[in-house]
């Protein structure tokens, strides 16, 4: 039986559930590994990501699919099962990173653009029989005022390579995740950063139609609209909830089945604080959930350290960030539930 397009990204965005981005390359997660004291190996990255795949309560009732990176979609389990078949009899759908990073772009110093198009066709196929059913793929947009950074030929040049992506992605049968990243990282203020997305989102959106993408089939994964770590201002829920959905309604057609929001380096309770005002701002005409990396894994890593001892602990901390994030993809969260752990 073919598997429409449309099912699988309907699939990604159900009620109450989200994506957990499993897809850290080998040096970010060397890095959260250094962070716990925890030596980087195949199998070490092989035992942590298996401990999530089999945290039953989060993986069945709170995650609706699982981006991983190349060596773990090719990884089998301590028991020699293969990890995507573990996601999978969790009613998970297993996904796929293809990007091949963002690099400096040439002549533009300060904006990068995103490689890995060479190829891709030939990796989507084989991505495809190893079950990946959607893919994603990362565009770096950076805010640096002072420099006049980012370009338009950073943002025109990124939503290009979104869109021919894409394009391989549906050919293939995969769904595709796009993922315009307007970073967090600057001194610029929260309208700078709605202004960058504005203007990011439309371009993609040419871009996509451009390129014969069908929207119905695809998955939008954007930041959302918050001021700059290091402009010394916080924003509240209910602020960047109005920012985000005022520029998703002046940019994404209803025609795409769901936003998936990155955390960008957001703290756990703050991602899940954002995502629950914007439902609870509701009705929407997209389904407004997470993909979420750091905000659902920063404790578990952190509980489990490594050590068998700690797993069901880990596992424990990993299904009370995935319910919180699920009760926010419905509106329903509450800093009381938070505290009932």
């Given at each position: 039986m ?15 559930k989200?994506?957990l981005?499993?897809?850290e ?5 060397k890095?959260?590994?250094d962070?716990?004291?925890?030596e980087?190996?195949?199998d070490?990255r092989r ?6 795949f089999?945290?039953?309560d ?12 190349d060596?773990?979609?090719?990884q ?19 996904g796929?990173?293809?990007d ?17 198009l060479?190829?891709l066709?030939e990796?989507?196929a ?19 005022e002072?420099?006049n ?6 943002i025109?040049?990124?939503c290009?390579a ?10 293939a049968g995969?769904?595709?995740?796009v ?11 929260i ?5 960058v997305?504005?203007?990011t ?19 939008l994964?954007?930041?959302?609209v ?10 509240s829920?209910?602020e ?7 520029v998703f309604?002046?940019t ?13 380096g957001?703290?756990d ?11 609870a ?7 407004l ?19 068998k001892?700690?797993?069901?602990a880990?596992?424990?901390a990993f299904?009370?960030r995935?319910?919180?994030?699920g009760?926010?993809?419905?509106g ?8 009932q752990g």
């Amino acid at each position: 039986m073919t598997e429409r397009l449309e099912d699988i990204a309907l699939a990604m965005v159900a009620d109450g559930k989200g994506i957990l981005a499993a897809d850290e390359s080998s040096g970010t997660i060397k890095k959260r590994f250094d962070a716990i004291g925890v030596e980087s190996t195949e199998d070490s990255r092989r035992d942590y990501r298996e401990l999530m795949f089999r945290a039953d309560d989060a993986m069945k009732n709170h995650i609706s699919g699982v981006i991983l990176y190349d060596e773990t979609i090719r990884q089998k389990a301590a028991d020699g099962t293969p990890l995507v078949d573990i996601i999978k009899a969790a009613g998970a759908i297993p996904g796929i990173k293809v990007d091949a990073g963002a690099k400096p772009l040439a002549g533009f110093p300060g904006d990068t653009i995103t490689e890995g198009l060479d190829g891709l066709r030939e990796r989507l196929a084989d991505y495809y029989k190893l079950g990946a059913r959607f893919a994603k793929w990362r565009a770096v947009i950076d805010i640096d005022e002072n420099e006049n950074v980012p370009s338009a030929t950073a943002i025109d040049a990124n939503c290009h390579a979104l869109a021919r992506y894409a394009a391989l992605c549906q050919e293939a049968g995969i769904v595709p995740i796009v993922e315009p990243e307007v970073l967090m990282d600057g001194t610029h203020d929260i309208d700078t950063c709605y202004e960058v997305t504005k203007v990011t989102l439309l371009q993609l959106f040419s871009e996509l139609y451009a390129a014969d993408v069908n929207l119905a089939g695809t998955i939008l994964k954007p930041n959302m609209v918050i001021p700059g770590k290091k402009s010394g201002t916080k924003a509240s829920p209910e602020e960047v909830a109005e920012k985000t959905l005022k520029v998703f309604r002046e940019t994404v057609p209803v025609a795409v089945p769901g936003i998936a929001f990155l955390s960008g380096g957001q703290s756990d309770e703050e991602a899940t604080a954002n995502l629950n005002a914007m439902n609870a701002a509701g009705p929407l005409p997209w389904k407004l959930t997470f993909s979420y990396g750091r905000a659902l894994q920063a404790a578990p890593q952190k509980a489990w350290a490594g050590k068998k001892d700690n797993v069901t602990a880990a596992q424990n901390a990993f299904a009370h960030r995935a319910r919180m994030n699920g009760l926010a993809a419905q509106g329903k969260w509450s800093p009381d539930l938070e505290k009932q752990g």
